[in-house]
């Protein structure tokens, strides 16, 4: 599985941007699908997950009611749209793919096999 993620760039606070993970593989509809972020001198710390089935989604508190994740499975794209940006979402965002239903929650690293490559968002004050 082959990840690509796109759609980073500069924006002011308060304004929006959309990035898109784009996915290789013919089953990506029933890949379990995250996106997280790192910050300079930070770990890398979840962001949003939505499960194979479009039957749940999962966010950080601190971009809850702010960021949307959604997929397309016809172009095996996930999305992460944000909203409302401030200059502490500022990172690196790496989305992530979970294909074996591996156990434990969405809300942590290991349980997602694949990664793409991120791509930066900077947030100016």
């Known amino acids: 599985v082959q990840l690509q993620a796109s759609g980073g760039g500069l924006v002011q606070a308060g304004g929006s941007l959309r990035l898109s993970c784009a996915a290789s593989?013919?089953?990506?509809?029933?890949?379990?699908m995250g996106w997280f972020r790192q910050a300079p001198g930070k770990e890398r710390e979840f962001v949003a997950a939505?499960?194979?089935?479009?039957?749940?989604?999962y966010y950080a508190d601190s971009v809850k009611g702010r960021f949307t994740i959604s997929r397309d499975s016809a172009k095996n794209t996930v999305y992460l749209q944000m909203n409302s940006l401030k200059p502490e979402d500022t990172a690196i965002y790496y989305c992530?793919?979970?294909?074996?239903?591996?156990?434990?929650?969405?809300?942590?690293?290991?349980?997602?096999?694949?990664w793409g490559q991120g791509t930066q968002v900077t947030v100016s004050s």
């Open positions: 992530a793919a979970d294909t074996q239903y591996n156990s434990g929650s969405f809300y942590s690293s290991r349980i997602y096999e694949y």
């Open positions: 593989g013919r089953t990506f509809s029933r890949y379990n």
């Open positions: 939505i499960t194979w089935n479009d039957a749940s989604t």
